[in-house]
């Protein structure tokens, strides 16, 4: 079981099974909406996914058309979207409390990363969204 919260604690949830992978991504919606360099996103089933508590305070935002981001209506922490009818989550890593047991893969959105952030990893990376070919192993 994996378990995750937002700042304040309002909101908490839990993840029944093992994640796909995380992701980063440098693209400038999510350098803003994390206040910091790049995004870091935890994919997994969405069906092993639920809200313990606070799923009232959840606020959503659709950021860009078929983009949505979700936050703590009381400390503005970013925190889980559901995606697919429920069938994938999508969870901002820095809201884990457990370890996921699953490392990033990959750095996408790169062409539009901040201009002083140096990517000194080896992961992939790909200037926009990598070809679904890149995906395929994990899903």
Not at 51 to 78: D, K
């Amino acid at each position: 079981m994996i378990r995750g919260s937002c700042l304040c604690g309002r909101v908490r949830y839990e993840l029944d099974g093992v994640p796909r992978f995380i992701n980063h991504c440098h693209c400038a919606m999510c350098r803003k909406a994390h206040a910091a360099a790049f995004g870091s996103f935890l994919h997994a089933d969405g069906t092993r996914f639920r809200w313990i508590a606070g799923e009232e305070n959840v606020t959503r935002y659709p950021s860009s058309p078929g983009n949505v981001r979700a936050f703590c209506a009381t400390c503005g922490s970013n925190v889980p979207v559901l995606e697919d009818a429920g069938a994938h989550v999508i969870v901002p890593a820095g809201t884990l409390d457990d370890d996921p047991l699953v490392r990033p893969i990959v750095h996408v959105h790169v062409g539009s990363k901040a201009p002083w952030h140096t990517i000194t990893d080896g992961l992939p990376q790909f200037a926009a969204f990598p070809p679904q070919s890149f995906w395929d192993p994990w899903e």
